[in-house]
T-cell receptor, first 109, second 114 residues
Framework: AQRVTQPEKLLSVFKGAPVELKCNYSYSGSPELFWYVQYSRQRLQLLLRHISRESIKGFTADLNKGETSFHLKKPFAQEEDSAMYYCALSRGSARQLTFGSGTQLTVLP | GAGVSQSPRYKVAKRGQDVALRCDPISGHVSLFWYQQALGQGPEFLTYFQNEAQLDKSGLPSDRFFAERPEGSVSTLKIQRTQQEDSAVYLC????????????FGPGTRLTVT
């Protein structure tokens, strides 16, 4: 069965510091992985997907199949990055998403 | 353009009551998903529609949960004889096609069963 694990429920860093949000997955097929973000009082929205291999708002994530990880990284955190971040795996013909439990990131001034 | 909308935004139901939650997807979107998000957890898949066809309902937790999308646009999630464990945020998402498309989420309906 597919599973997404985000080991940190809460993460605090200072502005300008590097940040890494961890995500590990288990899936028997070829995974499609995503990071979704939910800012305060806003709806869940896509941040990035591994197949795009792009950087959004300075965030990057590399799929490591050997370690079954898809950690989200940013070299210099900003206060506006404070939000709830969810790692998700796409599965099935309909591409329904399996989410991790989320990491609440707080960037301190 | 308008995003996915859901109504009501908040619903309080007494245990045993039936509730109906509505989702208006982005116009023209083929795929529609329902997710349930319990407090402190990530969203969990409930069911999937492609146009009016319900192709996957494997995530529905019991036969008290029923979803429909009769004309391939608006969808309704109905919960019969609500229980306290049904308290959660119910999220609707739509995407323009099938396969590798971004899912666009609505604001959710927060259901509290007392």
């Amino acid at each position: 069965a597919q599973r997404v694990t985000q080991p940190e429920k809460l993460l605090s860093v200072f502005k300008g510091a590097p940040v890494e949000l961890k995500c590990n997955y288990s899936y028997s097929g070829s995974p499609e992985l995503f990071w979704y973000v939910q800012y305060s009082r806003q709806r869940l929205q896509l941040l990035l997907r591994h197949i795009s291999r792009e950087s959004i708002k300075g965030f990057t994530a590399d799929l490591n199949k050997g370690e079954t990880s898809f950690h989200l990284k940013k070299p210099f955190a900003q206060e506006e990055d404070s939000a709830m971040y969810y790692c998700a795996l796409s599965r099935g013909s309909a591409r329904q998403l399996t989410f991790g439990s989320g990491t609440q990131l707080t960037v301190l001034p | 353009g308008a995003g996915v909308s859901q109504s009501p935004r908040y619903k309080v139901a007494k245990r045993g009551q039936d509730v109906a939650l509505r989702c208006d997807p982005i116009s023209g979107h083929v795929s529609l998903f329902w997710y349930q998000q319990a407090l402190g957890q990530g969203p969990e898949f409930l069911t999937y529609f492609q146009n009016e066809a319900q192709l996957d309902k494997s995530g529905l937790p019991s036969d008290r949960f029923f979803a429909e999308r009769p004309e391939g646009s608006v969808s309704t999630l109905k919960i019969q004889r609500t229980q306290q464990e049904d308290s959660a945020v119910y999220l609707c998402a739509s995407s323009p096609g099938t396969g590798m498309y971004e899912q666009y989420f609505g604001p959710g309906t927060r259901l509290t069963v007392t």
